[in-house]
């Protein structure tokens, strides 16, 4: 896992804390953007760039629409569904002070399955279980530092 920090560019707008991460990401790389990409996890990724296909997730984010995961009754078959699916293969966790915490697919397995829970798609989304990252805490941010590589 590596880690760097695109502070100078959380001025980046938004509508929420998952937008405003992810404008701020793709600023750092020279991307300009300014609606949130809803293709789907399955066929494109939040950045794509040299090479690189990266989803990215703030604190709160779904890592998947529970009207994708119908039939899926637990944890680990959510996660098994997308682990199967996701086009990514990078995934950047951006911290509320903007550190980037960049993981390939198992370490960001370690992550989800530390730092998520199930939680149900809202009604008029069809009800659906999904994946949900936990708000972000101290300890979070310690599991992370203490998995960053030089």
């Not at 709160?60 to 039939?71: K, V």
């Not at 899926?72 to 915490?101: L, M, P, Q």
């Amino acid at each position: 896992m590596t880690t760097f920090n695109i502070n100078q560019f959380s001025d980046n707008c938004g509508k929420n804390n998952g937008d405003k991460k992810e404008f701020a990401l793709c600023a750092y790389y020279g991307i300009i953007r300014t609606k949130h990409d809803h293709s789907p996890y399955y066929s494109n990724s939040d950045i794509e760039l040299d090479g690189m296909n990266i989803s990215v997730k703030a604190s709160g984010a779904s890592l998947i629409s529970g009207n994708l995961c119908i039939g899926c009754k637990t944890f680990e078959g959510i996660w098994r569904r997308y682990r199967k699916n996701v086009h990514s293969d990078t995934f950047a966790y951006v911290a509320n002070d903007f550190t980037v915490y960049m993981m390939n697919i198992d370490e960001f397995s370690k992550f989800i399955h530390k730092f998520a829970g199930l939680d149900r798609e809202s009604t008029k989304n069809g009800g659906g279980l999904k994946i949900k990252l936990h708000s972000e805490s101290k300890k979070m941010l310690r599991w992370l530092d203490a998995r960053v590589t030089a």
